[in-house]
């Protein structure tokens, strides 16, 4: 707050006035620009306005220059509203799209903004730092003031084969796998644009290992990625298992352990 900040000490009329605008705009999230550029002819100092609500508790300073209503607790819109182009994604997304009945710890934001994870009215927040290319795949979901990006089903799946440390762990992932409905087109748009040849080996080996429908088009193409290099299956196992030379994969979670898992019910 600033030190020249008037702090009144009950609501005064222009601050009420302000409140209706909020309400008559259905405006729960905000930045102090978008404030002043829609309404500062009405109010002779936002910052101010805003202060003094802030500091009776009626609205909620995000961080710096950005606000919400005190009830407002929507972390999917917070967490892309405070990231530059950030879209839920990985564990998050999955959840989302009823892939995983497993909750996060954590929000999972895709940004291509240099964020530090941090807790925003006590959700922890984990901004996953990509490059420019691999943001695509983003739906926009919600109305009005509370729209937010997720990455669509196809996407959030490719995403998890590329950094599986955020996809809630590997079963949830083969789980999920086998229970999206998925297109070939867009799973070849989406590994393409992640380039990353070992996430799109495990990939294609999961599709035809399960026979997933409408996946040939896409099998084709990860087997056309193959290179020499022989890569675990789970990234995060033991190097142990059987070697799938079609595939050069060695997979440390057998194909009955594979099965077993898309098997399991919650």
């Known amino acids: 707050m600033a030190r020249s900040t008037y702090i009144s000490e009950n609501l005064t009329?222009?601050?009420?006035?302000?409140?209706?605008?909020?309400?008559?705009?259905e405006l729960d999230i905000f930045t102090l620009g978008e404030l002043k550029n829609k309404f500062g002819q009405k109010f002779?100092?936002?910052?101010?306005?805003?202060?003094?609500?802030a500091h009776k508790k009626i609205l909620t300073r995000i961080e710096r220059g950005k606000y919400c209503r005190a009830n407002f607790t929507d972390e999917k819109v917070i967490g892309c509203f405070i990231s530059e182009n950030g879209a839920l994604a990985y564990w998050s997304a999955l959840n989302a799209h009823g892939l995983t009945e497993q909750f996060p710890n954590?929000?999972?934001?895709?940004?291509?903004?240099?964020k530090r994870s941090k807790r925003v009215l006590g959700v922890s927040y984990k901004f996953v730092n990509v490059v420019p290319s691999k943001i695509t795949g983003i739906l926009t979901l919600g109305q009005?003031?509370?729209?937010?990006?997720?990455t669509n089903m196809d996407k959030t799946i490719v995403d998890c084969f590329d950094?599986?440390?955020y996809s809630g762990g590997?079963?949830?992932l083969i789980r999920a796998f086998s229970q999206a409905k998925l297109t070939g087109e867009k799973l070849i748009a989406y590994c393409k644009a992640v380039d990353n040849i070992a996430a799109t080996k495990r990939t294609g080996f999961l599709a035809e290992f399960l026979d997933k429908k409408g996946l040939k088009t896409f099998v084709r193409f990860a087997k056309q990625k193959m290179n020499r290099t022989y890569t675990l299956f789970d990234p995060s196992g033991t190097h142990k298992g059987e070697?799938?030379?079609?595939?050069?994969?060695?997979?440390?979670?057998?194909?009955d352990e594979i099965l077993d898992i898309c098997n399991k019910q919650y």
């Open 106 to 114: 954590n929000v999972f934001i895709q940004t291509s903004q240099l």
């Open 163 to 165: 950094l599986h440390e």
């Open 170 to 172: 590997y079963a949830e």
């Open 44 to 53: 002779n100092d936002i910052n101010e306005l805003v202060e003094n609500l």
């Open 144 to 150: 009005g003031n509370r729209k937010y990006r997720i």
């Open 243 to 255: 070697f799938v030379n079609e595939w050069r994969l060695r997979l440390n979670i057998s194909k």
């Open 13 to 25: 009329q222009q601050q009420l006035d302000f409140m209706l605008i909020l309400d008559d705009n």
